[in-house]
């Protein structure tokens, strides 16, 4: 694995496997309550591991969805809390 690695790389990891580790900028991909609760039956694990995601990034974390209803089911709580903290969201659409 080492032999794949550079300052400028862009590193893939599940958020279990970032555990420990810190990254100027997180980027989760398709964020969105089928996709990150659907395999977990428990929420509290669910929702443990989302905090290991988020709390690897030193400076910025970027969201992404590509479901116009992302924001529904039990991750809606999380997004309205990005609205109230003024959080900008960006339509690429």
Excluded at 10 to 26: D, G, I, N, P
Aim: glycine letters at 6%; aromatic letters at 12%.
């Amino acid at each position: 694995m080492k032999q794949f690695e550079c300052a400028d790389a862009v590193v893939l990891l599940t958020a279990y496997r970032s555990k420990s580790l810190e990254y100027h900028t997180v980027l989760f991909l398709g964020l969105d309550d089928q996709q990150w609760w659907a395999h977990d039956r428990d929420p509290i694990e669910s929702t443990s591991t989302f905090f290991v995601g988020l709390s690897r990034a030193a400076q910025r974390i970027i969201f992404t969805t590509t479901n116009p209803f992302a924001r529904a089911g039990r991750i809606a709580d999380f997004f309205a809390m990005l609205d109230d903290a003024g959080v900008p969201e960006v339509d690429q659409g």
